[in-house]
C-alpha cells in the first residue's frame, strides 16, 4: 500500500484518567474508615461507658483523621505531578506533530524536484514549529520571571525576619534591663 494512500491516524484529546482513579481509590478507603469506625462506636455506645473505650474512640478517630489529612496531601502532590507530565506531553505532541507534518511534506516533495528547496507544505510545517518553539522560549521566559520574583520576594521577607527578630531581641534586653532597674529600686541594698 502506497504511503500517500493511507489516512493520518485520528488523535483526541484523552484526559489522565489515573487522577481520577487515585482520587476515587483515596475517597473509597476513607468511607470505609470511617464507616468502620461508626460501626466500632455504635457497637461501643450500646456497652456501658468506660474512660477507656472513649479514649481508644477517640484516638482511633484522630488515627482516622491524620490518616485523611496525609491521603490528601499525597493525592495533591500527585495530582500537581501529573498536571506537569500532561502539560510536557501536551508540548511534546505539538512538537512531533509539527515535526511529523515537516516530513511528510518533505517525503511528498521528493518525486516533484521542484526549483524551490523548500515547498509550502514543508514552509508552513517549518512556520509551526517556529512558532511553537517561541511559545515555549515565552513560557520559559515568564517561568524565569516568576522564579526571580518568588525569590526577591523570599528574600526580602528573610530580611524582614532577621530584622524584625533584631527588634524584638533588642526590646527584649530593654524589658529585662527595666525589670531589673525596678527590682533595684524595689530591693534597696541592705
Do not use: G, W
Amino acid at each position: 500500500m502506497d504511503r500517500k494512500n493511507i489516512p493520518p491516524p485520528k488523535r483526541t484529546d484523552k484526559t489522565i484518567s489515573l487522577k481520577r482513579s487515585m482520587t476515587r481509590s483515596a475517597i473509597k478507603e476513607a468511607k470505609e474508615n470511617i464507616a468502620k469506625s461508626l460501626s466500632s462506636i455504635r457497637t461501643k455506645i450500646h456497652q456501658p461507658e468506660t474512660s477507656n473505650a472513649l479514649k481508644a474512640m477517640e484516638e482511633r478517630l484522630l488515627q482516622l483523621q491524620v490518616t485523611t489529612i496525609n491521603e490528601r496531601e499525597m493525592l495533591k502532590e500527585k495530582s500537581e505531578s501529573l498536571d506537569a507530565k500532561e502539560t510536557a506531553l501536551m508540548e511534546r505532541e505539538a512538537i512531533l506533530d509539527a515535526r511529523e507534518k515537516f516530513v511528510e511534506s518533505r517525503y511528498d516533495s521528493m518525486p516533484d524536484k521542484s526549483n524551490d528547496p523548500v515547498n509550502p507544505e514543508e514552509r508552513m510545517a517549518l512556520e509551526n514549529l517556529r512558532l511553537e518553539f517561541e511559545r515555549r522560549e515565552q513560557s520559559f521566559k515568564e517561568l524565569e520571571s516568576l522564579l526571580a520574583e518568588r525569590e526577591a520576594y523570599v528574600e526580602q521577607c528573610e530580611n524582614e525576619l532577621v530584622n524584625k527578630s533584631m527588634e524584638l531581641s533588642e526590646k527584649e534586653a530593654e524589658l529585662e534591663q527595666r525589670e531589673e532597674n525596678f527590682r533595684i529600686k524595689d530591693d534597696p541594698p541592705e
